[in-house]
């Protein structure tokens, strides 16, 4: 069955540190790959997405995230982490050949010190 | 307007009661989504209407009853739920969904406790 891990399950990083958060998922065919947040007392939204193209991409507030096939990996990223990024992060992935099912790894929550 | 709505926030019911959850958007989207997620886990699919049809049912149990009435509305009817059924549902929607590459747009979620 196809899923979805992500490594770290709590990070805790002070302002200006860099983040990696790590994603991989078991599905060995083409797969469109996002990355949803939740900050604190919002609703989940859309970080930036990948179905194809450069697999560099980039979303909102600074984040991007890299595609890279032959680890099935998506790791998000960011140089440099804000107080305002505190949040939970959700990778998820959705097969490419179709269909409305997106399985969400388990979250990562991120607290970034002032 | 990206919003997607739901009501109630909260709910609290007994095992015997019969209840509805409700979620609305008017983004145009035709593919409407409703998910379970409990405490510290991911949320997990139940349900996906497209162009108003079931799509998806993730074999979930029969005392929960989806209804999609027009392309906005998208209802959850629950009867005779169990206290581990007690989660945050939230509705979502996406333009379509078929292709899996939109993004789905997600309601602040209805918090359900069952007594």
């Known amino acids: 069955a196809q899923s979805v891990s992500q490594h770290n399950h709590h990070v805790i990083l002070s302002e200006a540190a860099s983040l990696e958060l790590g994603c991989n998922y078991s599905?060995?065919?083409?797969?469109?790959l996002f990355w949803y947040v939740q900050y604190p007392g919002q609703h989940l939204q859309l970080l930036l997405k990948?179905?194809?193209?450069?697999?560099l991409v980039k979303g909102i507030k600074g984040f991007e995230a890299e595609f890279i096939k032959s680890k099935f990996s998506f790791n998000l990223r960011k140089p440099s982490v804000q107080w305002s990024d505190t949040a939970e992060y959700f990778c998820?992935?959705?097969?490419?050949?179709?269909?409305?099912?997106?399985?969400f790894g388990a979250g990562t929550r991120l607290f970034v010190k002032a | 307007d990206t919003e997607v709505t739901q009501t109630p926030k909260h709910l609290v019911m007994g095992m015997t009661n019969k209840k509805s959850l409700k979620c609305e958007q008017h983004?145009?989207?035709?593919?409407m989504y409703w998910y379970k997620q409990k405490a510290k886990k991911p949320p997990e699919l139940m349900f996906v209407?497209?162009?108003?049809?079931?799509?998806i049912n993730e074999s979930v149990p029969s005392r929960f009853s989806p209804e999609c009435p027009n392309s906005s509305l998208l209802n959850l009817h629950l009867h005779a739920l169990q206290p581990e059924d007690s989660a945050l549902y939230l509705c979502?929607?996406?333009?379509?969904?078929?292709?899996?590459?939109?993004?789905?747009?997600f309601g602040p979620g209805t918090r359900l406790t069952v007594l």
């Open positions: 979502a929607s996406s333009q379509e969904g078929g292709l899996g590459t939109d993004t789905q747009y």
């Open positions: 990948y179905f194809s193209g450069d697999p």
């Open positions: 998820a992935v959705n097969r490419g050949t179709g269909g409305f099912k997106t399985i």
């Open positions: 599905y060995g065919g083409t797969v469109n």
């Open positions: 983004m145009g989207h035709r593919a």
């Open positions: 209407y497209s162009y108003e049809k079931l799509s």
